[in-house]
C-alpha cells in the first residue's frame, strides 16, 4: 500500500473508528445498571470519613 492509500484509510474509517469509540466511552457511564457504581465512585472519598 502507498502512502495516499494509508492515507486515505485513515481518513475515511480511521475518523468513523476514533468516533465510534468516542461515543461508546462517552455512553459507558450513562448505560442502565451503572447508577449505583457511579454513585459508589463519587462518594468513595467520604467512607472513612468520622466527622459527621
Request: net charge negative; proline share 2%.
Amino acid at each position: 500500500m502507498s502512502y495516499d492509500e494509508l492515507r486515505h484509510f485513515a481518513d475515511s474509517w480511521g475518523l468513523l473508528a476514533m468516533t465510534v469509540l468516542f461515543l461508546g466511552l462517552i455512553a459507558w457511564p450513562f448505560r442502565k445498571g451503572a447508577r449505583q457504581h457511579n454513585h459508589d465512585a463519587a462518594n468513595m472519598i467520604f467512607r472513612d470519613d468520622d466527622n459527621v
